[in-house]
């Protein structure tokens, strides 16, 4: 039976993505699957972190193909459950993407379409690649924990953002102007703290605005905050903001969406595979938009470990 698993899909639809477009759709999705002749089964998400628990069965039951309909969340929590089960190697399974989220960062560095009947071909049409994966040691409530991300890590300013947009998501703001929504009452919120971050050996220590570490090059519903970021190159680009300021925050806000701001004098970027992140006062980080950890944070890559399938005409090029 195991075999046969193999070459069938196990797909992995979260109801919740893009503020419960994802329910709306989801008669949608099943007939354009049946339609492209998708051998598959289907697994439909309950609740956060269930997409983990769906993509490890799926594996233990023998599937090595997995579809994910649904956002960035979702595709984080499909590879966290790949890479934390134990039946096989990490790059034995393959993911293509439907795109059903709000803000859809990871597909805009790898070409695939927003559109349902779109990805379906791409995936069909099964061109692959190998990416890198980044994995966060971080501390919670004084436990050690670790998680997997595919797309973009943030810290500080970054992680407010993302928090304050699933508090949005859950109150059932929709599209794409929530995030321009977090953004705006989080500069009234957030204060610039005393950040000591290590890239490659390399220390920084001074107030800190913000700190992102991409593997893709899109978050935040298409800020281009990581524009050097090469998915498979083994190497992050880290983008550290310091004190800016609300101004210096307006002026740079359409640089934000087309990788310009880095320009400014108070962004570096930095090319690294393994980064510490820790501060005296409580800094928050996200991975693909997920919220983790208070205060400490060390991030290492991981060379092309995840199987993903991409679409070679827009890869990189996506705009």
């Not at 790059?91 to 349902?116: A, H, L, Q, R, S």
């Not at 069909?124 to 973009?152: H, P, T, W």
């Amino acid at each position: 039976m195991g075999n046969l698993q193999q070459k069938k899909w196990f797909v992995i639809l979260n109801p919740h993505a893009g503020s419960d477009r994802g329910k709306k759709d989801k008669a949608v999705i099943i007939r354009m699957l049946n339609k492209s002749d998708f051998n598959y089964e289907l697994a439909v998400s309950e609740f956060p972190k269930h997409t983990i628990q769906l993509t490890a069965q799926a594996i233990e039951q023998g599937f090595r193909n997995l579809i994910v309909a649904g956002g960035d969340g979702t595709l984080n929590e499909a590879v966290n459950g790949i890479f934390t089960q134990s039946i096989c190697p990490p790059e034995e399974i393959t993911i293509g993407m439907i795109p059903v989220g709000t803000g859809n960062d990871w597909i805009k560095t790898f070409g695939i379409p927003n559109d349902y009947q779109a990805a379906m071909q791409i995936i069909k049409k099964g061109d692959r690649m190998r990416q890198d994966v980044g994995r966060i040691l971080y501390s919670e409530n004084d436990l050690i924990k670790i998680c997997y991300f595919a797309n973009m890590a943030g810290f500080g300013f970054d992680a407010m953002v993302a928090e304050k947009t699933n508090q949005l998501k859950n109150k059932g703001r929709k599209g794409i102007s929530l995030y321009l929504q977090a953004l705006g009452s989080s500069f009234w919120n957030y204060q610039t703290s005393k950040t000591r971050i290590v890239i490659d050996g390399q220390e920084i220590d001074e107030l800190i605005f913000s700190a992102s570490i991409g593997i893709g090059k899109y978050n935040g519903g298409g800020m281009m905050q990581a524009p050097g970021a090469i998915p498979n190159n083994g190497q992050f680009q880290v983008t550290i903001i310091r004190k800016i300021g609300i101004f210096g925050i307006l002026r740079n806000l359409a640089g934000l969406y087309s990788g310009e701001f880095i320009k400014d004098p108070r962004v570096s970027t930095h090319e690294a595979n393994h980064v510490l992140i820790s501060s005296a006062h409580n800094i928050a980080g996200e991975a693909d938009g997920e919220i983790l950890g208070d205060n400490k944070f060390e991030i290492e890559l991981i060379f092309q470990k995840l199987d993903v399938i991409y679409n070679p005409e827009k890869y990189l090029k996506f705009s």
